[in-house]
T-cell receptor, first 116, second 117 residues
Framework: DVKVTQSSRYLVKRTGEKVFLECVQDMDHENMFWYRQDPGLGLRLIYFSYDVKMKEKGDIPEGYSVSREKKERFSLILESASTNQTSMYLC???????????????FGPGTRLTVT | AQTVTQSQPEMSVQEAETVTLSCTYDTSESDYYLFWYKQPPSRQMILVIRQEAYKQQNATENRFSVNFQKAAKSFSLKISDSQLGDAAMYFCAYRSDWGGSQGNLIFGKGTKLSVKP
């Protein structure tokens, strides 16, 4: 079974702190994604990566950055956390087009981040 | 740009009954994939069912089936013999099969399904 893990289930940070959220997958997926989930807004894509050191902005990248130094690991960074970044953060991974497969994304359990 | 619309924010069903969740999407593409994901209160999002647009036959996974109407751009999920464990948020998602696409999913805003014993 595909396993996607996230470093924390719950996180409380103060305004202005630098926050790292880490995601690890064990299926050799080339694609990895970071989403933000808010009630009534569904899932919104922050960033995605289709290879090591490659990244592309999603729909709401402002205030976030990402890092992918190894294929299995994709980090989301909040350079200076703000209260409006309080949210649920979901990581996902999938095979890329060149890897083939059925393209569904596999999700981690999520990190509930609270910024006070 | 593609959009996915789930018009029912909340739905309720009696245990053992059947419920249908609606999803419509907007796209100018002809090749794509559609998915239904389930997110139980524990938060782990899991895939329920997948439909390839080129396939005319509706996908089925045990008690879950879809009604895929390509011309109408409709992709509803039917849950038969509903169980208490089916209570969750359900998200409809679209993925382009266009060569330039990197595999992003476009999600609807979700439908919260409650199951009454």
């Amino acid at each position: 079974d595909v396993k996607v893990t996230q470093s924390s289930r719950y996180l409380v940070k103060r305004t202005g702190e630098k926050v790292f959220l880490e995601c690890v997958q064990d299926m050799d997926h080339e694609n990895m994604f970071w989403y933000r989930q808010d009630p009534g807004l569904g899932l919104r894509l922050i960033y995605f990566s289709y290879d090591v050191k490659m990244k592309e902005k999603g729909d709401i990248p402002e205030g976030y950055s990402v890092s992918r130094e190894k294929k299995e690991r994709f980090s989301l960074i909040l350079e200076s956390a703000s209260t409006n970044q309080t949210s649920m953060y979901l990581c996902a991974s999938s095979f890329s087009r060149r890897q083939g497969g059925t393209y569904e994304q596999y999700f981690g359990p999520g990190t509930r981040l609270t910024v006070t | 740009a593609q959009t996915v619309t789930q018009s029912q924010p909340e739905m309720s069903v009696q245990e053992a009954e059947t419920v249908t969740l609606s999803c419509t999407y907007d796209t100018s593409e002809s090749d794509y994939y559609l998915f239904w994901y389930k997110q139980p209160p524990s938060r782990q999002m899991i895939l329920v069912i997948r439909q390839e647009a080129y396939k005319q036959q509706n996908a089925t996974e045990n008690r879950f089936s879809v009604n895929f109407q390509k011309a109408a751009k409709s992709f509803s999920l039917k849950i038969s013999d509903s169980q208490l464990g089916d209570a969750a948020m359900y998200f409809c998602a679209y993925r382009s099969d266009w060569g330039g696409s990197q595999g992003n999913l476009i999600f609807g805003k979700g439908t919260k399904l409650s199951v009454k014993p």
